[in-house]
């Protein structure tokens, strides 16, 4: 995966987006893309089935800017997964930057991630979310633990602000079997190979309202706070069906992890907590719970300073690692 990391070097880049029913602020999210300081091979978008007009705009602005290539499904729904894989499979560039319908991004986004980039697979940084309806955010600035381990449970990349080398798609799984998101995956190859950059600095207007495919109320993270307390209770009261939920998500990871050839310690650790999580019993519970203490740095959010707190919460992450699936529970 070596190439040249000569900051001078032009690279070429392909915009991809996927829409669905996303007229309502497609213009503006269309609008930050085309005046980007850095150029783009072209701007591919592909849409879904869209009953709305997004079609027209799309049409629009492919006419007045000859980058823009516009597709729309004519097979029914492909959904977000199939959908994002159908385009970047369009993609002609060597470097593709993900982008969704709604958001806005900064102007120089892709020239900072393509200046950071070098000879790493994946670059990403801060998406800051805002509303323009009254919908509630809180923005956290907290630098992520990007380690290929946290990932497993919580993509820790979103989509959004992801500018990476397409030769990772060689190792995505596009199958209609695979319930995982595109953007996980992607993430997961990237840090996997250890081959991912953060740049410190927000990329991203990430647009958030209530009819958004990924729409959810914000979260605190202190540890008084009533979600605290929830965080706690619902770990340990649904301890057993959270852990079937946990057991069947890494039936899904582990394959997929045992499948990429890099040979990075982030890997070969990543792969052995995965085969912890899909065992039962007494001694796959003990060796969860010391796997999670030695790996204190890799299984949260962001770095926890202090250093009691950190392993408490490590001892304490062999019931509330399933608490990242509770609303499955809902479902079933």
Excluded at 36 to 42: D, N, R, S
Aim: proline share 3%; charged share 25%.
């Amino acid at each position: 995966m070596e190439k040249s990391a000569n900051s001078d070097e032009v690279l070429k880049i392909s915009v991809v987006m996927a829409t669905y029913n996303g007229g309502r602020y497609l213009s503006e999210q269309l609008d930050s893309i085309v005046a980007q300081t850095y150029p783009m091979v072209e701007i591919i978008v592909q849409d879904d089935g869209s009953t709305d007009n997004t079609l027209e705009i799309l049409e629009d602005y492919a006419r007045r800017y000859p980058q823009i290539k516009v597709f729309a499904n004519d097979s029914g729904r492909h959904g977000v997964n199939g959908n994002f894989f159908s385009a970047m499979r369009r993609a002609n560039g060597d470097y593709i930057a993900i982008a969704d319908q709604d958001d806005i991004w900064e102007k120089d986004k892709l020239q900072v991630q393509a200046e950071a980039i070098g000879d790493k697979m994946l670059a990403t940084g801060f998406s800051v979310p805002f509303s323009s309806e009254g919908f509630p955010v809180k923005a956290d600035l907290r630098r992520p633990n990007l380690h290929l381990i946290r990932n497993t449970y919580l993509s820790q990349v979103p989509g959004h602000t992801m500018l990476f080398d397409r030769k990772i798609l060689d190792f995505i799984d596009e199958s209609p079997q695979m319930p995982l998101y595109y953007d996980w995956q992607i993430a997961c190859v990237a840090s996997a190979a250890e081959s991912v950059v953060f740049v410190d600095r927000k990329l991203v207007n990430f647009r958030r309202h209530a009819s958004a495919a990924t729409a959810s109320l914000p979260v605190g993270h202190s540890l008084v706070s009533g979600k605290a307390f929830d965080y706690v209770w619902v770990s340990l009261v649904r301890h057993g069906a959270l852990q079937r939920e946990v057991c069947e998500r890494f039936k899904i990871v582990l394959p997929f992890l045992e499948r990429l050839p890099f040979e990075t310690r982030s890997l070969s650790e990543a792969i052995r907590m995965s085969r912890l999580q899909t065992r039962r019993g007494l001694m796959a519970f003990l060796g969860r719970v010391v796997f999670f203490v030695r790996h204190s740095h890799h299984i949260f959010h962001a770095e926890e300073r202090r250093v009691a707190v950190r392993y408490l919460r490590a001892l304490f992450f062999v019931f509330s690692c399933g608490y990242y699936y509770r609303s499955h529970l809902k479902k079933s």
